[in-house]
């Protein structure tokens, strides 16, 4: 199972300088416990809005969709107040299965 996160920047946090973070401080925190009573993370992923919206829709370039693959049951809950110090708010959006993949 996975988890997936809404991830929404607070007015004034630059884009960027937040992905750095959860690539370089979150994910190597994440990784790093290896399997626990809680879980185990096997994939991180960190999608970025692309859609730079016109007139009063301000797009999505200031919110991100984060992926938490494997049986990570709570791990994820250790570095939530971590991101939210950093200027964003996080919501949960379920737990979701892989139901289908393709690549080329």
């Known amino acids: 199972m996975s988890g997936i996160y809404m991830i929404k920047l607070n007015e004034g946090v630059e884009a960027q300088s937040f992905a750095s973070f959860m690539v ?3 994910f190597p925190e994440l990784a790093a416990r290896g399997v ?12 970025r809005g692309s859609n730079t ?6 797009g999505n370039q200031d919110e991100f969709l984060w992926l938490v693959g494997g049986t990570v049951n709570g791990m ?3 570095v939530l ?3 939210e110090q950093r ?18």
């Open 24 to 26: 370089e401080e979150v």
């Open 36 to 47: 626990t009573r809680v879980g185990k993370v096997d994939f991180l992923q960190l999608w």
């Open 53 to 58: 919206g016109v007139g009063s829709d301000g």
């Open 76 to 78: 994820v809950g250790s």
């Open 81 to 83: 107040d971590k991101i």
């Open 87 to 104: 200027g964003a708010r996080v919501k949960h959006l379920g737990g979701f299965d892989q139901a289908g993949l393709w690549r080329e």
